[in-house]
C-alpha cells in the first residue's frame, strides 16, 4: 500500500533529492572543518550559516549557534541564560514541552517562576492577554511559539516581541514550526533569541537546527554546553567568540551539509504558501461536513489541521488511517499538553494533518475519503 | 509461544497498550470466537479492514483483518486483571482450547 504522508510537522517529508545527496557527499570526503583538521576548504558548517543569515535576514551569520534541532536550541536558551534569584519567565499554553521542560527543570532547581498564560478557542496568544501578563508578572523572559503545532494558528511574532521589549523582558521564539514556511525575520522583529529546527518547513535532516542569539544578549548568557571548540584550547572556559561560544564539539556535518543543500534547492525553487493554505481550508470545510470537529483556524496560519471524530479514540483514528489507508499522520496531545484545554480536546487530544509545499490535491481528496469511510 | 507481547508508549504515562504479534497465522478465526465475548466492529469497506472488539471491562482491541498484529488497550484502573484475562483468553484460544 502507498503511504501518504501527513506528519510535516513532526518531520518533512519528502526531501529534495539534493539533501540526501549532499549528506552522502559529505561522508564520502575528507571532512574540513576550521581549526579542526589541517584541511583549508569550504566548511559545511559556515556555508550553511551564511544560508540561514541570508534566509532569516541576519546581517551577522555568527550570531547563529548550530545544533542538533530546536529542542538543543531552545535548551541552549533557557540553560544559558542568567537567572537571578526568585525571577519569573511568561510562556504560553500553547507551547511544546521543548520549552515547557526546560522551564519547569529550571523551576525545581533554580526556583524559576513560571506563568503560563492562555490562548484562545484557536491557540492563539492574544495580545492584550500577553500584555496584561508581562505588565504584571514583570519577567526576565519572555518565551512564546510562532505557530502552534496543534493548531497552526500563527502569533504576531513582531507584536508579541514588541510589547515584551516595552515590559522590559528579553524574548525567545520557538519558530520550529514556521521557519521555511513563513518568513522569520529575528533582527527586523528586534527578537533577541530565535530557536528554529533543520527538519520541518526548512526540508532538510533530522539532527539539525539553530538558535539566533542577538549581539547584545549573546555576552550575557553562560553557555551549559561546554567542551572543544577547537580554538583557544589553552583557556578554561569557552572561548568568547561567535558562535563557538555556544558550539562545544564536533558538529554533525553530514546533516548541516543536508540542511545547506536544502536551503541552496529552496532560494531556486521559491514556494508561495497560499495555494497549499487553501487546499488546507478546502481539507478542514470537508471534514466539518463530514460531521469531524476541527479546530477552525483564521489565517496566519500554517498547513496544520487538528479534529476529532464522534465516537473513535484519537489514537484509532490514527491507528486506522494508517493500517487501513496508509495515511500517515500523528494523534494525541502532540507534546503539547496545556493547550488542548482551551481547544476543547482535553484529555485525549487530537487527529492532526500536516501538510508540506509537496503534498498534493489528489492527496487531501484521499484524506476526505478515508475520513468519510471511518465515519459511516 | 503463541504471540509476542510489547508495551507500546504513547502520549500518556498511564496508559496500558500492548501490541501482540501472533507467531502462527492471521486473526481470522480469533476474531470469530472474540466476537462472542466481546462487541466486535469490522470496517469490511476499509481498503485494509479494520476491525475493534471491546470487551465489558473496557479493554478494546483492534487490528487489520487477516494480519497477525493486535494492539490492545487495557483501562488503567486495574490494567493488570484486564491484560491477564485477555491474555488467558487468547492463549486458549490459539491454543485450541476455545473454539
Not at chain 1, 508579541?160 to 522583529?189: K, N
Not at chain 2, 471491546?54 to 484486564?82: C, H, R, Y
Request: aromatic residues 8%.
Amino acid at each position: 500500500m502507498k503511504l501518504v504522508y501527513f506528519n510535516n510537522a513532526a518531520t518533512s517529508w519528502p526531501k529534495p533529492s539534493v539533501v540526501a545527496a549532499a549528506m552522502a557527499d559529505c561522508v564520502g570526503h575528507i571532512p574540513c572543518q576550521d581549526a579542526r583538521s589541517g584541511l583549508e576548504g569550504e566548511s559545511v558548517s559556515e556555508t550553511c550559516r551564511e544560508r540561514l543569515a541570508a534566509l532569516l535576514h541576519i546581517r551577522e551569520a555568527k550570531q547563529i549557534v548550530l545544533g542538533a534541532n530546536a529542542t538543543h536550541a531552545l535548551n541552549v536558551a533557557l540553560h544559558s541564560f542568567p537567572w537571578r534569584n526568585g525571577a519569573s519567565v511568561v510562556t504560553t499554553a500553547s507551547e511544546h514541552n521543548s520549552v515547557l521542560r526546560p522551564l519547569y527543570q529550571l523551576a525545581k532547581t533554580k526556583g524559576l517562576r513560571v506563568h503560563i498564560i492562555p490562548v484562545d478557542v484557536e491557540g492563539r496568544v492574544e495580545p492584550e492577554v500577553w500584555r496584561a501578563a508581562l505588565k504584571k508578572v514583570q519577567p526576565s523572559l519572555a518565551v512564546f511559539s510562532h505557530a502552534s503545532n496543534v493548531t497552526g494558528a500563527v502569533n504576531d511574532a513582531m507584536l508579541l516581541g514588541q510589547i515584551a521589549r516595552e515590559a522590559g523582558a528579553v524574548t525567545l521564539l520557538d519558530a520550529s514550526q514556521t521557519t521555511g514556511f513563513l518568513p522569520v525575520y529575528p533582527e527586523t522583529w528586534h527578537l533577541d533569541m530565535v530557536a528554529f529546527t533543520g527538519h520541518k518547513y526548512l526540508l532538510g535532516p533530522g539532527g539539525t537546527g539553530g538558535l539566533y542569539i542577538s549581539p547584545a544578549i549573546a555576552p550575557l548568557l553562560q553557555p551549559v554546553w561546554v567542551g572543544g571548540t577547537g580554538i583557544h584550547s589553552n583557556l578554561e572556559d569557552m572561548p568568547a567568540l561567535m558562535p563557538m561560544r555556544f558550539e562545544a564539539g564536533t558538529p554533525n556535518n553530514p546533516g548541516l551539509a543536508g540542511l545547506s543543500a536544502a536551503l541552496a534547492w529552496r532560494a531556486k525553487n521559491t514556494f508561495q504558501p497560499n495555494s497549499l493554505l487553501k487546499e488546507v481550508e478546502r481539507l478542514c470545510a470537508g471534514l466539518t461536513e463530514l460531521g469531524a470537529d476541527v479546530i477552525d483556524v483564521t489565517r496566519p496560519r500554517t498547513p496544520v489541521v487538528s479534529f476529532t471524530l464522534p465516537k473513535w479514540r484519537v489514537e484509532t483514528v490514527g491507528e486506522a488511517l494508517q493500517k487501513s489507508f496508509g495515511i500517515v499522520c500523528r494523534t494525541g496531545l502532540h507534546c503539547a499538553p496545556h493547550i488542548h484545554a482551551f481547544l476543547g480536546t482535553a484529555p485525549c487530544g487530537t487527529v492532526r494533518f500536516s501538510f508540506s509545499r509537496f503534498t498534493q490535491a489528489q492527496e487531501i481528496d484521499y484524506c476526505l475519503h478515508a475520513v468519510h469511510a471511518l465515519l459511516t | 509461544m503463541l504471540y509476542e507481547c510489547r508495551k507500546k508508549e504513547n502520549c500518556f504515562s498511564g496508559a496500558q497498550v500492548y501490541e501482540y504479534r501472533l507467531l502462527a497465522g492471521g486473526n481470522e478465526a480469533l476474531l470469530n470466537i472474540l466476537g462472542t465475548v466481546g462487541e466486535l466492529t469490522i470496517k469490511m469497506h476499509f481498503p485494509r479492514p479494520f476491525f475493534q472488539v471491546v470487551f465489558e471491562d473496557g479493554t478494546t482491541v483492534n487490528g487489520i483483518l487477516q494480519d497477525n498484529i493486535m494492539k490492545a488497550v487495557f483501562p488503567e484502573k486495574q490494567w493488570q486483571d484486564s491484560r491477564l484475562r485477555w491474555e488467558a483468553l487468547l492463549t486458549a484460544i490459539l491454543s485450541g482450547s476455545v473454539k
